[in-house]
């Protein structure tokens, strides 16, 4: 397996700003993904990363993946009460045992009306 | 198509007692992961099956054991166990690719919410 950090592990907003997660590995990755969990549910799958450098946008969230496949972001604008979760990244190492799927700790997101 | 399915949802068991648990993937997945969540920890990765075989697995103790049918349903088993054991336990299933850009994506069930005491 390998290791992949991610922060913040908290964060509040008011509803109408903007948040933002981080994931990052020490080693280059195949691909990463983003789930959603709200709160008493399971991982959802939000998105798959795969190219260095890709860019995608689901409505008012926007996924990165960098350019060495070493970090992936997922920004949301204008965050709703409907946003409340925790989001994981989940990261697919390049060969052995870590192409196993390694999922972050989690950022979880509270919204205040 | 019917998503992952998991039973039982919850359970209470006491130290030492052993469990198994169950995981009905989505049809036509051949993949299915077991992963533990506990408040703490986050989700950790307990093992991986494909085509009834482990494909990868995670750093629990051999306490925790898992095997896959060829129907693609899965159960894990937990003998002797402890108090730390109390966990919500996700299976999740896919395709089984590890690489490009269809077929990695994972669907999870319910979870089995396991009580020790």
């Known amino acids: 397996g390998q290791q992949v950090m991610q922060i913040p592990q908290y964060q509040h907003v008011q509803e109408g700003e903007d948040f933002t997660t981080y994931c990052n590995s020490s080693?280059?990755?195949?691909?990463i993904q983003w789930y959603k969990q709200r709160p008493g549910g399971h991982p959802v799958f939000l998105i798959q990363?795969?190219?260095?450098?890709e860019v995608k946008k689901q409505k008012r969230l926007t996924f990165q993946f960098g350019e060495a496949k070493k970090n992936s972001s997922l920004h949301i604008t204008a965050t709703q009460t409907t946003d409340v979760g925790t989001y994981f990244c989940?990261?697919?190492?390049?060969?052995?045992?870590?192409?196993?799927?390694?999922f972050g700790s989690g950022t979880q997101l509270t919204v205040l009306p | 198509k019917a998503g992952v399915t998991q039973t039982p949802r919850y359970l209470i068991k006491t130290r030492g007692q052993q469990v198994t648990l169950s995981c009905s993937p989505i049809?036509?997945?051949?993949?299915v992961s077991w992963y533990q969540q506990t408040p703490g920890q986050g989700l950790q990765f307990l093992f991986e099956?494909?085509?009834?075989?482990?494909?990868n697995k995670g750093n629990f103790p051999g306490r925790f054991s898992g095997r896959q049918f060829s129907n693609s349903r899965s159960e894990m088993n937990v003998s002797t166990l402890e108090l730390g054991d109390s966990a919500l336990y996700l299976c999740?299933?896919?395709?089984?690719?590890?690489?490009?850009?269809?077929?990695?994506?994972?669907?999870f069930g319910p979870g089995t919410r396991l009580t020790v005491t």
């Open positions: 999740a299933s896919s395709l089984g690719q590890t690489s490009g850009r269809a077929g990695g994506e994972q669907y």
């Open positions: 080693t280059t990755l195949s691909n």
């Open positions: 989940a990261a697919r190492g390049s060969s052995g045992s870590a192409r196993q799927l390694t």
């Open positions: 099956y494909f085509s009834e075989t482990q494909r």
């Open positions: 990363l795969v190219k260095s450098g």
């Open positions: 049809s036509g997945h051949r993949s």
